[in-house]
């Protein structure tokens, strides 16, 4: 009975970091989103061509169209892994009743059963901790774009 609670514990406390990183991904696009919209508005709130654009304003534009897509990308992925190991929660804790039920009622059956749930809530909890991994790749993808990008202005 202890391994599932442990895993439902450690479940859980995974699935509230990565919400708040959910979350933080949430705003990052948005705030791109929002400078991108501020960058191709004039002053009357007229729609600017790119083209129109200042060469560093262009620079910025380029760069949030190349990063919105990887950040979208990171964001399923996380989102992905948060859904795989709440089912993976759910598993285990089909898994504690079964192994309740299987004690009260002394029937072996249903203690493998539980035991059942329980490899399947771990190998779907692993799942979801490789999703989440990806979802890291994903980032350091996106940082090293903006570094490398950033590093070349002003070389001509």
């Avoid at 190991?85 to 079964?98: D, K």
């Avoid at 035991?115 to 799942?127: C, D, H, I, S, Y």
Wanted: net charge negative; proline share 2%.
């Amino acid at each position: 009975m202890v391994a599932p609670v442990v895993l439902i514990t450690t479940g859980g406390l995974l699935t509230n970091g990565l919400l708040a990183l959910y979350g933080e991904i949430n705003e990052r696009i948005r705030e791109m989103t929002r400078e991108r919209v501020s960058l191709l508005s004039s002053d009357a709130g007229e729609l600017l061509e790119a083209a129109s654009l200042p060469a560093m304003g262009r620079e910025r534009l380029t760069e949030i169209d190349h990063q919105l897509p990887m950040l979208t990308c990171r964001h399923r992925w996380t989102r992905n892994a948060v859904l795989w190991i709440y089912a993976s929660l759910g598993l285990l804790g089909l898994s504690v009743i079964g192994i309740a039920a299987a004690v009260a009622a002394d029937v072996e059956s249903v203690g493998i059963v539980a035991l059942g749930f329980v490899a399947a809530g771990t190998v779907v909890m692993l799942v979801g901790l490789g999703l989440a991994a990806r979802s890291l790749v994903a980032s350091s993808d996106a940082i090293s774009y903006e570094v490398q990008r950033t590093q070349t202005l002003g070389k001509g």
